[in-house]
C-alpha cells in the first residue's frame, strides 16, 4: 500500500495518480465514524469518493463536527444580540494579540507561487471555467466551491474531478456541437501540463453553514447527520491533491469564506493541523487567505491572522457578503440602519472604506497579503458600450486598490485581467506586492465601521427602481442557482451567492423598517408581492426555467416575517 507521507518529489518527478486505499500517515489518525454516500453515482463518483476518501473525512468530521455546530449556535446568538442592538467591538479579551507587535503570519514564505498576487481571477470549477481560468494569465485561480457554486452534487463531485484532473495536466473538454453534431464543439485544453506555468490554485470551500446532504456521517454515538460542505470540500481536495500540488511546487492553497470571528479561524488552523498530520504533510504548508466579509470578523482581523498564523497567506476584502451581513446584522435597527439601493453603496462609502483601510493595516503589520475584492461590472463582447463602461469602473476599482496598498484584487472575467494588471503595475512595478508598505496611518475604529448610515448622508436613496431591480435579479438568479449554475450575468453585472443575499436582504429590511423612497413610496409586502407577481408575467419564459420555484424561495428570504440567516441553506435542503 502507498502512502502519501512520503517526501514530496521535486516538482519534475510527477508521480502517478496514487492508488486507491491510500493509508493515514499515522494509524492513530484512524477514523471511528463513517461517512456513506447517500446521493446517487455521478460522473466523477469512482473516482473521488473512494474508501480512503470518505475515511478521510469521516476523521475530520470524528474530530470537527461538534465543534462547527457549536460555532454555528454562536453565530446565531451574536447575529441575534446584534440586530436586538449590542454593537460589535473589538473584543477586550483579545488585546493582548493586537497589542503585541512580535508576531508575524507566515505570508507568502515557502508558499511558490503566491508571492505575487496582483490578478486573481475567480469563478466556478466546471471543466471549461477551469481551463479557461487556468489559461487566462492571471496570477491566482480562485477555484471556487462557495459564492459562484450551485452546489448541486453533480457540481460538488464533478467540480473535484476537475481539479483533480486539472491538477495532474489532463484535463480537457468539448463544447456542444453549434450545429447539433455536423461541425465538432469547441476543444478546450490547458496550455501548459506545469502548474507552475499557470495561474496559483486557490480553492475556496464552502463556508461553515452549509452542509452536503449526499453524505452523511455517522459518530460513534451512533447519529447521523449530513456532512459538512467546508469538510467535504476541503477534504475532499486536501486528500486528493496536497501531495500532487507540494510535489508540481504549487500549493496546496485555499480561500475561507464567511468566517465570523476568530474561534471559526481557530477550527480551520486545527481541520488544518489534523489534515496535515493525517497525510504526513509537515504543518505549514497548507496557506490560506481569508475573507473577511462579515461585520463582525471586521473586528477581529487581527485576531483571525494571530490563529491562523502557521498557515495564513493573507486576508481579502469580500465587499459582497460585507455589505449583506451589514444588512443582516442591523435588520432590525430601523431606519437609520437602512443602507441606500445596492447600486449607489459603493467601496468610496465611509463605513466601506473605513473596513478596507483597516484591511489593508492589519495585513500589512502582520506580515500578510491585503486582497482585493470583486467589482460585479463585466464585459460583453458583444456590446462595446457595456465592455468600455466596464472597463471604466473596474479601472478605477482597481487603482483605487493599488493606490490604498492592497497587494493584489479579484476579476470576474478574463477580458479585465489587463485592467487590473495595469492598476497593480503603476503602483507595484516589478515588486511582487507591497506588504512593506505600513499604513499606520489608519486609525479606523468602532464608529466609523459602524457609521452605515454614512452611505445616506452623502446622498446616496432608496429608489422604486431599486427595489424593482433587487426582486427582478433575486429571483432571476436564485432561478440559474436551481438549474445548476451558481455566478451568472444579469443586467451586465456579475452576480452570486453573495450579491444574491445583498437583494434579498435589501428587500426584507426595507419592508420590516416601512421604509420610504425618495420617490415617496412606502415600501410595503403588498408592493414587493406585486413585483414578483409582475416578474412572473413579463419574465421572458423557457421550459425549465425555474421560476415559479426561485419565485417561492424569494418569497421565504425575503418577504417572510423570519429572516433567514442564507438563501442558500433552506433552498438546498430543498430543491438542489
Ligand atoms: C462575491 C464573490 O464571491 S465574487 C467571486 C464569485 N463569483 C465569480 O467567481 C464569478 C466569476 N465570473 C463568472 O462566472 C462569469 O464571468 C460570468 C458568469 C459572470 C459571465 O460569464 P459568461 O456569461 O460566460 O461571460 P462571457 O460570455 O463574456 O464569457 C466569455 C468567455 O470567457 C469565459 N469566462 C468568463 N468568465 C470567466 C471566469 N471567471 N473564469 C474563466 N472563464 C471565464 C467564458 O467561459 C467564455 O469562454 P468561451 O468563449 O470559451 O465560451
Ligand atoms: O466572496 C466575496 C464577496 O464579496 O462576498
Ligand atoms: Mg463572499
Given at each position: 500500500?502507498?502512502?502519501?507521507?512520503?517526501?514530496?518529489?521535486?516538482?519534475?518527478?510527477?508521480?502517478?495518480?496514487?492508488?486507491?486505499?491510500?493509508?493515514?500517515?499515522?494509524?492513530?489518525?484512524?477514523a471511528?465514524?463513517?461517512?456513506?454516500?447517500v446521493?446517487?453515482?455521478?460522473?466523477?463518483?469512482?473516482?473521488?469518493?473512494?474508501?480512503?476518501?470518505?475515511?478521510?473525512?469521516?476523521?475530520?468530521?470524528?474530530?470537527?463536527?461538534?465543534?462547527?455546530?457549536?460555532?454555528?449556535?454562536?453565530?446565531?446568538?451574536?447575529?441575534?444580540?446584534?440586530?436586538?442592538?449590542?454593537?460589535?467591538?473589538?473584543?477586550?479579551?483579545t488585546?493582548?494579540?493586537?497589542?503585541?507587535?512580535?508576531?508575524?503570519?507566515?505570508?507568502?514564505?515557502?508558499?511558490?507561487?503566491?508571492?505575487?498576487?496582483?490578478?486573481?481571477?475567480?469563478?466556478?470549477?466546471?471543466?471549461?471555467?477551469?481551463?479557461?481560468a487556468?489559461?487566462?494569465?492571471?496570477?491566482?485561480?480562485?477555484a471556487d466551491?462557495?459564492?459562484?457554486?450551485?452546489?448541486?452534487?453533480?457540481?460538488?463531485?464533478?467540480?473535484?474531478?476537475a481539479?483533480?484532473?486539472?491538477?495532474?495536466?489532463?484535463?480537457?473538454?468539448?463544447?456542444p456541437?453549434?450545429?447539433?453534431?455536423?461541425?465538432?464543439?469547441?476543444?478546450?485544453?490547458?496550455?501548459?501540463?506545469?502548474?507552475?506555468?499557470?495561474?496559483?490554485?486557490?480553492?475556496?470551500?464552502?463556508?461553515?453553514?452549509?452542509?452536503?446532504?449526499?453524505?452523511?456521517?455517522?459518530?460513534?454515538?451512533g447519529?447521523?447527520?449530513?456532512?459538512?460542505?467546508?469538510?467535504?470540500?476541503f477534504?475532499?481536495?486536501?486528500?486528493?491533491?496536497a501531495?500532487?500540488?507540494?510535489?508540481?511546487?504549487?500549493?496546496?492553497?485555499?480561500?475561507?469564506?464567511?468566517?465570523?470571528?476568530?474561534?471559526?479561524?481557530?477550527?480551520?488552523?486545527?481541520?488544518f493541523?489534523?489534515?496535515?498530520?493525517?497525510?504526513?504533510?509537515p504543518?505549514?504548508?497548507?496557506?490560506?487567505?481569508?475573507?473577511?466579509?462579515?461585520?463582525p470578523?471586521?473586528?477581529?482581523?487581527e485576531?483571525?491572522?494571530?490563529?491562523?498564523?502557521?498557515?495564513?497567506?493573507?486576508?481579502?476584502?469580500?465587499?459582497?457578503?460585507?455589505?449583506?451581513?451589514?444588512?443582516?446584522?442591523?435588520?432590525?435597527?430601523?431606519?437609520?440602519?437602512?443602507?441606500?439601493?445596492?447600486?449607489?453603496?459603493?467601496?468610496?462609502?465611509?463605513?466601506?472604506?473605513?473596513?478596507?483601510?483597516?484591511?489593508v493595516?492589519?495585513?500589512?503589520?502582520?506580515?500578510?497579503?491585503?486582497?482585493?475584492?470583486?467589482?460585479?461590472?463585466?464585459?460583453?463582447?458583444?456590446?462595446?458600450?457595456?465592455t468600455?463602461?466596464?472597463?471604466?469602473?473596474?479601472?478605477?476599482?482597481?487603482?483605487?486598490?493599488?493606490g490604498?496598498?492592497?497587494?493584489?484584487?479579484?476579476?470576474?472575467?478574463?477580458?479585465?485581467?489587463?485592467?487590473?494588471?495595469?492598476?497593480?503595475?503603476?503602483?507595484?512595478?516589478?515588486?511582487?506586492?507591497?506588504?512593506?508598505?505600513r499604513?499606520?496611518?489608519?486609525?479606523?475604529?468602532?464608529?466609523?465601521?459602524?457609521?452605515?448610515?454614512?452611505?445616506?448622508?452623502?446622498?446616496a436613496?432608496?429608489?422604486?427602481?431599486?427595489?424593482?431591480?433587487?426582486?427582478?435579479?433575486?429571483?432571476?438568479?436564485?432561478?440559474?442557482?436551481?438549474?445548476?449554475?451558481g455566478?451568472?450575468?444579469?443586467?451586465?453585472?456579475?452576480?452570486?451567492a453573495?450579491?444574491?443575499?445583498?437583494?434579498?436582504?435589501?428587500?426584507?429590511?426595507?419592508?420590516?423598517?416601512?421604509?420610504?423612497?425618495?420617490?415617496?413610496?412606502?415600501?410595503?409586502?403588498d408592493?414587493?408581492?406585486?413585483?414578483?407577481?409582475?416578474?412572473?408575467?413579463?419574465?421572458?419564459?423557457?421550459?425549465?426555467?425555474?421560476?415559479?420555484?426561485?419565485?417561492?424561495?424569494?418569497?421565504?428570504?425575503?418577504?417572510?416575517?423570519?429572516?433567514?440567516?442564507?438563501?442558500?441553506?433552506?433552498?438546498?435542503?430543498?430543491?438542489?
Amino acid at each position: 500500500m502507498t502512502t502519501i507521507a512520503d517526501p514530496p518529489r521535486t516538482r519534475t518527478e510527477h508521480p502517478p495518480t496514487p492508488p486507491r486505499g491510500i493509508a493515514l500517515a499515522d494509524s492513530a489518525t484512524v477514523a471511528e465514524g463513517t461517512i456513506d454516500v447517500v446521493g446517487q453515482p455521478v460522473p466523477g463518483s469512482e473516482e473521488i469518493l473512494t474508501p480512503a476518501a470518505l475515511e478521510f473525512l469521516a476523521l475530520l468530521h470524528d474530530r470537527f463536527a461538534d465543534a462547527r455546530c457549536e460555532l454555528l449556535l454562536a453565530r446565531q446568538r451574536r447575529t441575534r444580540q446584534i440586530a436586538d442592538g449590542d454593537d460589535p467591538d473589538f473584543l477586550p479579551t483579545t488585546r493582548p494579540v493586537r497589542d503585541d507587535p512580535s508576531w508575524q503570519v507566515a505570508g507568502s514564505t515557502g508558499a511558490p507561487g503566491l508571492e505575487d498576487r496582483r490578478v486573481e481571477i475567480t469563478g466556478p470549477t466546471d471543466p471549461k471555467m477551469t481551463i479557461n481560468a487556468l489559461n487566462s494569465g492571471a496570477k491566482v485561480w480562485l477555484a471556487d466551491a462557495e459564492d459562484a457554486s450551485s452546489p448541486t452534487w453533480e457540481n460538488v463531485v464533478g467540480g473535484q474531478q476537475a481539479l483533480h484532473a486539472a491538477i495532474r495536466g489532463t484535463l480537457s473538454f468539448d463544447g456542444p456541437s453549434p450545429d447539433g453534431g455536423r461541425t465538432p464543439g469547441k476543444h478546450y485544453a490547458l496550455r501548459s501540463t506545469e502548474l507552475t506555468d499557470l495561474p496559483t490554485i486557490v480553492f475556496r470551500p464552502r463556508g461553515w453553514h452549509l452542509f452536503e446532504k449526499h453524505l452523511a456521517y455517522t459518530g460513534t454515538d451512533g447519529s447521523t447527520q449530513p456532512a459538512s460542505g467546508s469538510l467535504v470540500d476541503f477534504g475532499l481536495y486536501f486528500f486528493h491533491n496536497a501531495a500532487e500540488l507540494i510535489a508540481r511546487g504549487r500549493g496546496p492553497y485555499f480561500y475561507l469564506p464567511k468566517l465570523e470571528g476568530h474561534r471559526e479561524a481557530r477550527l480551520w488552523n486545527e481541520v488544518f493541523e489534523t489534515a496535515q498530520d493525517a497525510l504526513g504533510i509537515p504543518r505549514g504548508t497548507i496557506r490560506a487567505t481569508v475573507l473577511i466579509e462579515t461585520l463582525p470578523a471586521a473586528f477581529e482581523m487581527e485576531e483571525i491572522l494571530h490563529e491562523l498564523r502557521e498557515h495564513c497567506a493573507g486576508l481579502n476584502a469580500g465587499r459582497w457578503d460585507y455589505l449583506f451581513s451589514v444588512i443582516k446584522c442591523f435588520r432590525d435597527r430601523g431606519d437609520s440602519y437602512v443602507l441606500p439601493d445596492r447600486a449607489q453603496v459603493t467601496m468610496t462609502a465611509p463605513f466601506m472604506r473605513a473596513y478596507t483601510e483597516l484591511l489593508v493595516a492589519t495585513c500589512h503589520r502582520r506580515g500578510a497579503h491585503a486582497i482585493g475584492g470583486m467589482s460585479a461590472f463585466i464585459p460583453d463582447r458583444r456590446d462595446p458600450e457595456v465592455t468600455e463602461q466596464a472597463f471604466a469602473k473596474v479601472r478605477a476599482d482597481k487603482q483605487r486598490e493599488a493606490g490604498d496598498g492592497f497587494d493584489g484584487s479579484w476579476v470576474a472575467h478574463p477580458d479585465l485581467i489587463p485592467i487590473a494588471r495595469e492598476a497593480f503595475d503603476a503602483v507595484l512595478g516589478d515588486a511582487p506586492h507591497q506588504v512593506a508598505r505600513r499604513r499606520d496611518d489608519v486609525t479606523v475604529g468602532q464608529a466609523q465601521l459602524l457609521d452605515v448610515a454614512s452611505a445616506r448622508r452623502a446622498g446616496a436613496t432608496v429608489t422604486e427602481a431599486g427595489l424593482r431591480t433587487n426582486i427582478s435579479v433575486g429571483i432571476r438568479y436564485v432561478a440559474s442557482w436551481l438549474r445548476g449554475t451558481g455566478a451568472a450575468a444579469i443586467d451586465h453585472l456579475m452576480e452570486d451567492a453573495a450579491t444574491a443575499e445583498i437583494s434579498r436582504s435589501q428587500v426584507w429590511q426595507w419592508i420590516r423598517s416601512a421604509t420610504t423612497t425618495d420617490d415617496g413610496v412606502t415600501i410595503t409586502r403588498d408592493l414587493c408581492e406585486a413585483m414578483v407577481r409582475e416578474l412572473l408575467t413579463t419574465e421572458p419564459r423557457q421550459a425549465g426555467d425555474r421560476l415559479e420555484d426561485a419565485a417561492a424561495i424569494f418569497r421565504e428570504i425575503a418577504l417572510g416575517d423570519a429572516f433567514p440567516p442564507f438563501l442558500t441553506t433552506g433552498a438546498y435542503a430543498r430543491y438542489l
